[in-house]
């Protein structure tokens, strides 16, 4: 199979976590991420269409987080319970988005 992404997946450490900033609740964890979305493996309902601001929590840049703005744009609930759903970044300021290109770049060379 043919990969079509723009930008290069890389999977950060397990543990990395996502918390939706409005309810300050953890609502999943990161798959894997690139540098215009991310993989989210949650206990939650998510569905295509809702927009969130999130903070990462990713291990390899502890303590600092990454808040941006994201939209699901699918969505898969599994009989595990579990749903994974993709998102897109839809806002990021340059400072977090700096640290999402160095930790991308750091994963993919590793």
Known sequence: MV?????????????????????????????????????????????????????????????KTIELGAECIWSDHQDSGLTFAGFQIIDIGKIDEQLLTTVVQQLAVD
């Open 3 to 63: 990969e079509k992404r723009a930008h290069q997946r890389v999977h950060p450490a397990t543990g990395s976590e996502v918390s939706n900033v409005m309810t300050e609740k953890n609502i999943g964890r990161v798959v894997d991420i690139s540098q215009n979305g991310f993989l989210l493996s949650s206990r939650e309902s998510v569905k295509p269409g809702m927009i969130l601001q999130l903070s990462l929590r990713l291990k390899e840049l502890a303590p």
